[in-house]
């Protein structure tokens, strides 16, 4: 009898164990997310976010009208657009600055392809430090895998498009009617280094924007696969 007993415990043991793997290779627990669909909806977002950060930036006027990311007067010689516009050559500054603006927004759709080799190099752990990492996660990633890259790819066009506009003449028109003032220091400045630099900062400024976005609002992520990942970012176990 104690045998059938035994025998009868094993049995619904075994029947019972069987049945919970059964329901874990039917139903995934909650939270759990794949690696690849980690890196795929990662993937996926990013090239999402900065398709649409260059193309606010690329449009006509995207950096001069746009005062988060206006690319202003040479800050290093900020006293020089003082001193101009103290004696009335507030077009002159004006113009300036508006060419310094639409330089940018020439050359920064060169943006794209280096993002998308950056994306496409993206590691399995890049995706998981990004997808549980904070809100600019992601645009650090950008920050640190694409500068110097976004630099050298920037800068020869700004330089072209500064001449093409003639900015240069309207720098030295600048430097020149500052010069003539009593008391004053000559004035030199790299300008199209300085509009490299501040065009990449305004595209880091919309990359984190559009990163953030998706991020916090479920209405950006457009497919189901952001829609899964995003929701259980910071909290899904990955395997």
């Known amino acids: 009898m104690k045998k059938n007993l035994l025998f009868l415990m094993m049995a619904l043991l075994v029947l019972t164990t069987q049945r919970c793997e059964v329901l874990q290779q039917l139903e995934l627990p909650t939270g759990t997310l794949t690696k690849d669909e980690v890196v795929k909806a990662l993937k996926e977002a990013l090239k999402i976010g900065t398709e649409k950060a260059v193309a606010q930036l690329a449009r006509e006027n995207g950096f001069y009208l746009d005062d988060e990311v206006k690319i202003p007067f040479p800050e290093e010689v900020k006293f020089v657009e003082e001193k101009l516009r103290a004696i009335g050559l507030n077009s002159l500054v004006d113009n300036f600055v508006a060419k310094m603006n639409h330089a940018a927004e020439e050359a920064v759709s060169k943006a794209?392809?280096?993002f998308y080799d950056a994306i496409r190099q993206m590691t399995i752990t890049d995706a998981v430090n990004i997808l549980n990492g904070d809100d600019h996660a992601a645009t650090d990633y950008f920050r640190e895998k694409t500068y110097d890259q976004l630099?050298?790819?920037?800068?020869?066009?700004?330089e072209?498009?500064?001449?093409?506009?003639?900015?240069?003449?309207?720098?030295?028109?600048?430097?020149?009617?500052y010069d003539?003032?009593?008391f004053t220091k000559k004035v030199e400045t790299d300008l199209p280094l300085y509009v490299t630099q501040k065009a990449i900062d305004g595209l880091f400024v919309k990359v984190a924007e559009q990163e953030k976005l998706i991020r916090e609002d479920p209405k950006a992520r457009t497919t189901e696969l952001l829609k899964k990942v995003f929701a259980q970012a910071g909290h899904a176990v990955v395997r």
Do not use: R
């Not at 630099?151 to 700004?158: M, R």
């Not at 500064?162 to 009617?177: E, G, Q, S």
């Open 112 to 114: 794209g392809p280096i």
């Open 151 to 158: 630099v050298s790819a920037f800068k020869p066009d700004i």
């Open 160 to 177: 072209k498009a500064l001449n093409t506009m003639h900015v240069a003449d309207y720098w030295k028109k600048v430097t020149t009617a």
């Open 180 to 182: 003539k003032l009593p």
